[in-house]
């Protein structure tokens, strides 16, 4: 028995419609429309998907993003993706891709997420992440298709609370329209379990996602300037950028300078497929953390990263920035004893495959955006 479907391809704003073979399908465990799948967390998700023997469809309007990446999935893993062109508040983008392919689950990544942008500009946030993962569920629920991980973040959690964070502590005091978004998305996605048992919802909350795929072909690609430690402290080692500016070293911490708990990103992608095992195989709605649990200093950061690039990563420190919080780490148990969830990368590794990934892309996609 064989399996195909239709690609679509934008043209000019034309949609052309082309039928592919992509393998058996008795090797096919599910069909996941990843929504986002252009994006950082998205791309390497769908690696992980391909990997594991799952049809991957993406829906994605590239804003944040470029189709190369997906390009490169299907250059690490030899295999097809199905791919979409388009925005997931259009409910008719949505229609055609439900009707065109036997979807098992969503993967619900496409999202705004720079907290600077969304204090300039919070409406435009409300209405992509949150009008948009209405529309989404929206269809889900009119072609039942009712399995869904959402990507919340480790931001919703109340400020006020003390590391580690676990999935029973409040919720909802956040300082930030971004991170406001992600709290009533969850909220949302409560109250369409409670009015309907049959939706099955996993909710992670991510930590510090960082490095890129050990190929270097996929990595995080930030637009214009980078406002996260990471990408930043990359392009400042390879001479893109002169300093750092260190926010502060005067917080309450063994250094002075705030303690993050990253996490590697093909860690949080394998998280992702256990999450969807869990939702495909039971219903429910659950929340899990996604981190490793343990947290670095800004400047253990920049050490960590100096060792691996032999080279000096020039700093300054400067001011707090608004909205930082002096530690957040990871109670990771639920995850582990729910998801049997366990990181396997650590920070060293985290940052050589960033490295490997901008000294091979140093303008990121941009030739082809
Ligand atoms: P990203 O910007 O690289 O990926 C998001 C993707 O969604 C992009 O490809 C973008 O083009 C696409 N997109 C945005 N709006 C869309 C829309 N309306 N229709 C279709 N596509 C759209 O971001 P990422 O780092 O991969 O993050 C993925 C998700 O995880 C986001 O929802 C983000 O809020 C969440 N998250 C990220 C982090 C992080 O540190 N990267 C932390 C916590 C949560
Ligand atoms: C930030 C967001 C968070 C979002 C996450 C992923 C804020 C307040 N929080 O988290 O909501 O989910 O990104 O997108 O923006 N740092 C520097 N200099 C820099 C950059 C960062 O010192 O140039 C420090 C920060 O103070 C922080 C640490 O490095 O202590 C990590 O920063 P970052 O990578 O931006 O992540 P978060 O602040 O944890």
């Known amino acids: 028995m064989f399996c195909f479907s239709y690609v679509t391809f934008e043209t000019d704003s ?12 008795s090797d096919i465990l599910a069909t996941i429309l990843v929504t986002g799948g252009g994006g950082y ?6 690696v992980e998907l391909l990997n594991s023997n799952h049809c991957v469809i993406s829906v994605d309007n590239y804003c944040n993003s470029s189709k190369e990446s997906l390009n490169r999935v299907e250059m690490i893993t030899g295999k097809k993706i199905i791919s979409y062109c388009g925005d997931i508040r259009n409910p008719d983008i949505l229609r055609k891709i439900f009707r065109e392919n036997k979807i098992d689950a ?13 204090v300039l500009n919070p409406l435009e946030y409300y209405d992509n992440n949150v009008c948009g993962t209405i529309n989404l569920c929206e269809i889900m629920k009119e072609f039942l298709v009712k399995n869904l991980v959402f990507s919340s973040s480790a931001t919703v959690y109340n400020s006020d609370l003390t590391s580690p964070f676990n999935e029973e502590m409040p919720v909802g005091k956040v300082s930030s329209p971004y991170g406001r978004t992600k709290y009533v998305i969850e ?15 996993s909710i992670l909350r991510y930590f510090n996602p960082v490095g890129a795929h050990e190929s270097g072909l996929i990595g995080e ?4 300037i980078p406002n996260n430690l990471m990408p930043f402290v990359s392009k400042v080692a390879l001479g893109i950028f002169p300093y750092l500016t260190v926010f502060s070293k005067d917080y309450n911490t063994r250094d002075g300078t705030c303690i993050r708990d990253y996490i590697h990103v093909m860690d949080l992608a394998r998280g992702h497929l256990l999450a969807l095992e869990k939702i495909l195989s039971e219903n429910g709605i659950e929340v899990y953390n996604l981190g490793s649990g343990m947290g670095y200093s800004v400047l253990e950061f920049i050490d960590a990263f100096e060792k691996i690039c032999e080279s000096k990563i020039n700093y300054k420190i400067g001011e ?24 396997i990368y ?9 490295l490997n990934w901008q000294r091979k892309n140093p303008s990121g996609y941009s030739n082809t955006r």
Request: aromatic residues 8%; proline residues 2%.
């Open 14 to 25: 034309i949609y052309v419609n082309k039928l592919i073979y992509y393998g058996e399908s």
């Open 41 to 46: 967390i998205g791309s390497h998700t769908c």
């Open 106 to 118: 969503v993967i619900h990544f496409a999202g705004l997420k720079s907290v600077k942008e969304s």
């Open 187 to 201: 909220e949302i996605l409560r109250d369409l379990k409670n009015s309907d048992i049959e939706w099955s919802i």
């Open 221 to 224: 690609d930030p637009l214009g």
């Open 320 to 343: 707090k920035r608004q909205g930082d919080l002096p530690i957040v780490y990871a109670d990771t148990t639920k995850a582990r004893e729910e998801l049997g969830f366990k990181v």
């Open 346 to 354: 650590d920070i060293k590794k985290m940052c050589v495959d960033t």
